[in-house]
């Protein structure tokens, strides 16, 4: 499986950024989906997630600012990024899981959890 991140950039606190994950290499409506992120200095966090059935789940600290979409047919995911804060920055890397199914008890956003990962995407929020 091959996963590769783009749409990342620098903008001001309250801009917005969509950042995009292409998959290659697997069926990628069987695989669970989900962003991470690392921030300088700090453990990789679990940002956003997708199950099969289009449950998703999200950390608090982006709850109503962030979604997370898949489309199926190109075989991508998508993070739309809005209200972005300066602790927003960090690196964003895209994630897939292999064992999953429909449901919301199939949300994690645990780093263990995921099997496959992308080189990651550049955020920069400052002003």
């Known amino acids: 499986v091959r996963l590769v991140e783009s749409g990342g950039g620098s903008v001001q606190p309250g801009g917005s950024l969509k950042l995009s994950c292409v998959a290659s290499g697997h069926l990628f409506g069987a695989f669970c989906m989900g962003w991470f992120r690392q921030a300088p200095g700090k453990d990789r966090e679990g940002v956003a997630t997708v199950v099969l059935d289009g449950y998703t789940d999200y950390v608090d600290s982006v709850k109503g600012r962030f979604i997370i979409s898949i489309d199926n047919g190109k075989n991508t995911m998508y993070l739309q990024m809005t209200n972005l804060k300066t602790e927003d920055t960090a690196m964003y890397y895209c994630?897939?899981?292999?064992?999953?199914?429909?449901?919301?008890?199939?949300?994690?956003?645990?780093?263990?959890?995921?099997?496959?990962w992308g080189k990651g995407t550049q955020v920069t929020v400052s002003s």
């Open positions: 994630a897939a899981r292999r064992i999953c199914g429909s449901g919301r008890h199939y949300l994690t956003l645990r780093e263990v959890d995921y099997e496959d």
